[in-house]
């Protein structure tokens, strides 16, 4: 069914794109499907080696040729980063031109402290990120695993368990937290740590708002 405006603006990490509309469509393009075209990275390994990779790769070279038929239709693209543009030139032969995504974290507003029956003190490293192979977060846990740091993981994914369950006792894993939570967990942190390839990241700017540091995967 054809979206009926003269206009419509696709915010798109997957299929947002392939809508039809009777007039005109902007793209702004935060990925191209990542699981379509970054299939090891996203699963986290070898797509051979589960259910949902070869369901994948029997059906990856049908969904991307529709991928790309409706990109093609698309009267602009934008990327929201130059390793997204490079990503959509590779996926789509599509030159995108790149607009920063909006940066929108108030750092005024109420903090709520985080307790959950065990005491979060200042001073500790932190990670905000969906539970994904590719977020990389496995490898922050592990950086800190017997050292003297304490850091706190704020997210929620299909990793929980095995990261709730393989964790030392220095790493504490929460989820579901307000706005108000999120200020009071980013004000009292020590650093951020963004270990994962990411297409923008928001997390280090929103970390920065609150006068905090981030250590970086130099890639993405």
């Known amino acids: 069914r054809e979206i009926g405006a003269d206009l419509v603006v696709a915010s798109s990490s997957g299929w ?23 299939s090891e990275r996203y699963l986290g390994g070898d797509p051979r080696r589960s259910p949902t990779g070869l369901a994948l790769l029997a059906l990856r070279a049908p969904l991307r040729r529709w991928d790309r038929r409706a990109a093609a239709r698309a009267d602009a693209y934008l990327a929201n980063s130059h390793v997204v543009r490079e990503r959509i030139g590779e996926a789509y032969g599509i030159e995108a031109e790149v607009l920063p995504p909006p940066f929108a974290v108030d750092t005024t507003g109420t903090r709520e402290p985080v307790d959950e029956g065990v005491e979060l003190g200042p001073g500790y490293h932190l990670v905000v990120s969906r539970l994904l192979p590719y977020k990389n977060v496995d490898a922050a846990i592990e950086a800190v695993r017997g050292a003297d740091h304490r850091l706190v993981v704020v997210g929620d994914g299909p990793l929980r368990e095995e990261l709730a369950a393989t964790a030392p006792p220095n790493v504490r894993l929460v989820r579901d937290l307000t706005d108000a ?20 990241g928001l997390t280090p700017l929103e970390a920065a708002a609150a006068g905090v540091p981030t250590v970086a995967l130099r890639g993405g």
Do not use: I, K, M, N
């Open 181 to 200: 939570q999120l200020r009071w967990v980013y004000a009292h942190a020590r650093r951020l740590l963004a270990p994962s390839l990411e297409d923008f």
């Open 16 to 38: 947002a794109h392939g809508f039809p509309a009777t007039g005109r469509t902007l793209v702004y393009c935060h990925a191209p499907a990542r699981w379509l075209y970054q």
